[in-house]
């Protein structure tokens, strides 16, 4: 704005009138003055709003908001897998006849049924008498014909017939008793009762269960925003005793860092789990830190079917090069050294750390009995949303035996492609290693099948899984799959690197959150905020 | 002008067949199965024959192609095979927060590059102008992930100000609220386009004071100010209005990142979740929107300019 006009010579002056022209400095200087504004009402009377409008339970009192890693794709839990579903569906807005007592994966507790079903002497009969006054959410009341029907289901995730392996039929002689009859004993049968196949809906519903939702339980689907949340309201028609939040919203944050900032901006009432190397971020903060006793075993897969992997030696050698202790430590601690593949939730746990224990010198000496002296080369595919301190720490054990260990990660759809399928030509899986968290409780199921990803195939540890299957003698059935598991994990199909103890970080003012298995299953009876 | 109207129209649309063709063909070379991700690690070899049965994954790809441009040229975008819900809802309810998103971040970058490019070009020699450009060169190179992280320390942990994350269930309800969750996002996208689009307007400005015409103003006794002013920043921003059309594509490519790093529920992070999840129908699709979006601002780029740009209408004549 230093303009000088003395120098300027004669001109016209229509010219220099134009050049004092203020009119473009007068609309930068309105536009930043506009800015300024609109920037400090923003600042300003939005802090205010946090408190109330910004979406914690803080203010709402009834409300209850969780923060959650992997939303469902679609809410339709007879048609889709994965476990994102059972974690918030089940007990809370879809009931079968039984399930299981919050916190442990083998204690049965009634729920539509009004007691635990009478079992026939032979095993192969189940009766059980249905609670009276049931309601869905729809308003319709609970029949004997919609339990049949759902637990006939032929096909898709949810059919007990599958989960079972075998055919069952289902009767209700009555309006009030339903009845399933085996054509075999199996010790399984209220187990998946308990779960996803033994839930119940209604026949005649017509709406759309993959956007909506109509169960018997104490929450029904109020919202679904796609990548961001899910709101259960309470159901109006339940049956047993309201639940003590009115709203619980689900938020889905897959970014570790963003959860960890939403809890501590006070958004989220309860983040599950917290990521491992953020925990210590919630010292001397309004949350409390609880480790929940869960079923989710961190599979290291070996490829059973080829080779070098199928060579036991070489397998046995890869588990003993791994320290389970460093895992933990990889894991911030957030875990527990397992030495087979079950865990100590599940009945037939034993302390398998003993087998195939640290000791790199005999990995070596096996690995040069297998003729690889000179060493190995492989490579782990492994999903890529997994944090890479536990993989980073087997590349570093398998180098001091002399395997070279790299890491692929790729996304969780072609994990499931080029790992979990089987080519369609029937030909072997052409992955070595595999890295993933098995969540599921009760799958020891998965090293009896040689056409599960392991590829491993042992005929006395399916002969004994199907003993223990068909035995009606409970004790005898945990038996069996010890000795099968002792079996399979000398064998080693996997190194069980951990059984994930998640940390979940519950706000004070929240009371009775579930601290076993929440990576599968949260049952919010009982949850309360005050 | 009709001339160029029509043929405009049908470069127009001659691109957005060979972008359909390009989407569809180059998701297709992704590894993966929407099938196999619907059933998930429970369903049996069997059952996902059967849902890729029935989703129609058998038909074959030219095929495949044809049924879904058919839909798309007739505004039938269809639903989203996973989660069944409908592609063009799901693209309307997204772009809420992804539409303001760049323009805030737009308005950001305009509001810093245009008074601080014309005062660099036009006091190039002084301290602070140099220092401004240093600036920018750093600024435009710093990746989108970084700078926000950064923008979530010093605003977000330190100071209190703003949300690091998330944005209100009920969208647009509360506005206030809205716009404070996007002003970290928006500050961050800005700065980083603002930086480039800031040497752009430099350069240009610095060309405009060396113009012939703008010196014919000088000698005719325009200031050197008021010459820039009335004969240089209008060509000027003839050059910005087209480089705009190039900066929003690149704020819909910073909108994938930051919105997954701020976890707003947008385009960009559902694209990243419908990629995950191998729904090619719906990636398609949006891509396709977007494009499309892109393609016309293009167009209506071009038209602008050419109704404010007096040399244009002349060559044609």
Not at chain 1, 340 to 363: H, K, M
Not at chain 2, 231 to 245: D, E
């Amino acid at each position: 704005m230093t303009e000088s006009n003395t120098s300027a010579p004669a001109e016209a002056p229509e010219y220099r009138k134009r050049g004092h022209s203020k009119t473009p400095l007068i609309i930068t200087i309105a536009v930043i003055a506009v800015a300024a504004i609109v920037a400090a009402l923003v600042f300003w009377l939005g802090r205010d709003r946090d408190s109330t409008a910004g979406g914690g339970g803080n203010g709402a009192g009834k409300e209850l908001v969780v923060g959650l890693q992997l939303e469902p794709s679609n809410l339709d839990i007879r048609a889709t897998g994965g476990v994102a579903l059972d974690q918030i569906l089940i007990d809370n807005v879809y009931q079968g006849l039984i399930g299981l007592k919050s916190g442990t994966v083998d204690e049965f507790v009634p729920v539509l049924a009004e007691e635990l079903p009478e079992q026939s002497d032979d095993g192969l009969t189940y009766t059980f008498t249905m609670r009276e006054g049931v309601s869905f959410a729809s308003g319709n009341k609970l029949t004997a014909a919609d339990v049949v029907d759902s637990l006939s289901a032929a096909e898709g995730p949810a059919s007990l017939s599958t989960a079972l392996g075998a055919p069952v039929t289902v009767t209700s002689p009555d309006e009030r008793t339903v009845m399933l009859e085996l054509s075999a004993p199996n010790s399984q049968l209220l187990w998946q009762l308990a779960n996803r196949p033994g839930l119940v809906f209604e026949t005649a519903y017509t709406g759309d269960l993959a956007s909506t939702s109509n169960g018997t339980g104490p929450f029904a689907l109020k919202q679904w925003k796609q990548g961001d949340s899910i709101t259960f309201a309470a159901n109006p028609e339940y049956w047993g005793e309201k639940p003590a939040v009115e709203t619980v919203v689900w938020r889905y944050i897959p970014d570790a860092n963003a959860a960890t900032n939403a809890a501590l901006e006070g958004d989220l009432d309860v983040l599950a789990p917290v990521t491992s190397n953020m925990v210590s971020q919630f010292e001397g903060t309004d949350f409390a830190i609880e480790h929940a006793d869960s079923t989710d075993v961190f599979t290291l897969a070996f490829n059973s079917q080829k080779a070098p992997l199928n060579d036991v030696r070489v397998r046995t050698a890869l588990s003993m090069a791994i320290d389970g202790n460093s895992i933990v430590e990889a894991f911030y601690g957030d875990g527990k050294v397992l030495g087979g593949p079950i865990t100590d939730l599940e009945p037939a746990y034993e302390d398998l750390t003993s087998v195939n224990a640290y000791d790199p010198e005999a990995a070596k000496a096996l690995l040069a009995e297998a003729g690889y002296a000179e060493g190995l080369e492989l490579t782990a595919t492994i999903p890529s949303f997994y944090a890479s301190d536990a993989i980073n720490q087997v590349v570093t054990q398998f180098d001091a035996i002399g395997v070279k260990l790299n890491v692929n990660p790729v996304e969780f759809g072609t994990w499931l492609s080029d790992v979990y399928s089987a080519p369609e030509d029937g030909s072997p899986r052409q992955y070595d290693l595999s890295y993933v968290n098995h969540a599921e409780a009760n799958d020891f199921v998965n090293y009896t099948n040689p056409d599960y990803y392991f590829g491993y195939n042992n005929p006395e540890v399916q002969d004994l899984y199907a003993q223990s299957i068909a035995t009606t003698d409970p004790e005898q059935a945990v038996e069996l799959v010890q000795q099968a598991a002792r079996i399979v994990a000398a064998e080693a199909p996997a190194k069980w690197l951990i059984n994930y103890t998640p940390a979940n970080a519950v706000a004070k003012h929240v009371q009775g959150f579930p601290n076993s298995n929440t990576n599968s299953r949260i049952n919010l009876a009982g949850v309360s905020v005050s | 002008m009709i001339r160029f109207l029509a043929v405009r129209a049908l470069t127009l649309l001659a691109g957005l067949f060979l972008a359909s063709l390009i989407i569809f063909i180059s998701l297709r070379l992704l590894p993966g199965d929407v099938a196999q991700v619907i059933g998930g690690t429970s369903a049996s070899p069997a059952q996902v024959e059967a849902i890729r049965e029935r989703l129609g994954l058998n038909v074959p790809l030219p095929l495949q192609y044809l049924d879904w441009l058919g839909g798309v040229f007739t505004g039938q975008l269809g639903s989203s095979v996973v989660s069944g819900t409908s592609i063009a809802a799901e693209i309307a309810e997204k772009a809420q927060v992804t539409v303001p998103l760049t323009f805030y971040s737009l308005t950001i970058a305009l509001i810093v590059a245009l008074p601080l490019g014309v005062f660099a070009a036009y006091r190039r020699q002084a301290l602070p102008s140099r220092v401004l450009s240093v600036l920018g060169v750093v600024a435009a190179a710093v990746p989108a992930v970084w700078a926000g992280l950064l923008g979530i320390v010093l605003f977000s942990t330190w100071l209190g100000w703003l949300p690091s994350q998330g944005f209100p269930r009920d969208a647009w309800a509360d506005p206030l609220t809205a716009i404070r969750s996007l002003t970290l996002p928006a500050l961050t996208i800005g700065l980083i386009e603002g930086a480039v689009l800031f040497r752009f307007v430099k350069s240009a400005t610095l060309s405009a004071i060396g113009a012939e015409h703008v010196r014919t103003a000088m000698s005719r006794g325009y200031t050197r100010l008021g010459a820039l002013v009335r004969h240089g920043l209008p060509g000027v921003g003839l050059s910005v209005v087209s480089m705009l059309g190039l900066q929003v594509a690149g704020l819909l490519v910073g909108a994938v990142v930051i919105e997954q790093l701020f976890s707003l529920p947008g385009l960009g992070r559902m694209l990243v979740v419908d990629v995950g999840q191998r729904d090619l129908i719906k990636v398609q699709s949006t891509l396709f929107v977007l494009t499309a979006v892109i393609l016309a601002l293009g167009a209506l780029v071009d038209v602008v300019h050419r109704m404010i740009d007096p040399r244009l209408r002349v060559e044609e004549q």
